[in-house]
């Protein structure tokens, strides 16, 4: 299995410019999420969906920030404007919902600069 | 609500020392515990997982858990560390919340090994 992917692994952008993270869970994986990483806040939970249907959206930050999962095998994060304080590393993750199975595969991250 | 905390920013050991990182939790009903790993830029990494059963959980890499419940407790444990463990560690709890799906996580502990 190639476990979750993410693209693109870096971006750098400016201030104001649309943003948009891919990610492509575990194929069989029912929930996917969003995570936010930096230094100051560590690990944010952004938005979770089950099924292709967002769950809790109540991380996401401000209304900039949008997040979609039009099927199983593909979400997108998207930023739009984005601000120099987005900069951040976005990780995705997946899990098989079953009684005692809750871990989640993450995937590498993107690096987000927005300069 | 639930919630994990690890009171260590930061534990130093001694290559083929034994190595202890903390974790607490606090949840309403049973804990489902989880411990990750996180080397430099990349995701986090599953490493073991306490659902139910024997409270002494062995993980990858040759890494196990001790669940306490008196204690409310969840330590990270290796009887013998290597340069190579050295990483960021989080503690997670399962959010009983909404779906119950989601991972509460730690806001980490980086373990360096020196040789």
């Known amino acids: 299995d190639a476990g979750v992917i993410q693209s693109p692994r870096h971006e750098v952008t400016e201030m104001g410019q649309e943003v948009t993270l891919r990610c492509k869970p575990i194929?069989?994986?029912?929930?996917l999420f969003w995570y936010r990483q930096t230094m100051m806040r560590g690990l944010e939970l952004l938005i979770y969906f089950n099924n292709n249907v967002p769950i809790d959206d109540s991380g996401m930050p401000e209304d900039r920030f949008s997040a979609k999962m039009p099927n199983a095998s593909f979400s997108t994060l998207k930023i739009q404007p984005s601000e120099p304080r987005d900069s951040a590393v976005y990780f995705c993750a997946s899990s098989l919902s079953s009684r005692y199975s809750y871990e989640q595969y993450f995937g590498p991250g993107t690096r987000l600069t927005v300069t | 609500a639930q919630s994990v905390a690890q009171p260590e920013d930061q534990v130093n050991v001694a290559e083929g020392n034994p190595l202890t990182v903390k974790c607490t939790y606090s949840?309403?009903?049973?804990?489902?515990l989880f411990w990750y790993v996180q080397y430099p830029n990349r995701g986090l990494q599953f490493l073991l997982k306490?659902?139910?059963?024997?409270?002494l959980v062995k993980g990858s890499y040759g890494f196990e858990a001790e669940f306490n419940k008196s204690q409310t407790s969840f330590h990270l444990k290796k009887p013998s560390a290597l340069v190579s463990d050295s990483a960021l560690y989080f503690c997670?709890?399962?959010?009983?919340?909404?779906?119950?799906?989601?991972?509460?996580f730690g806001k980490g502990t980086t373990l360096s090994v020196s040789s």
């Open positions: 949840v309403s009903g049973n804990p489902y």
């Open positions: 194929s069989g994986h029912d929930y």
């Open positions: 306490y659902i139910t059963g024997d409270n």
């Open positions: 997670a709890v399962r959010d009983i919340g909404q779906a119950g799906t989601a991972l509460i």
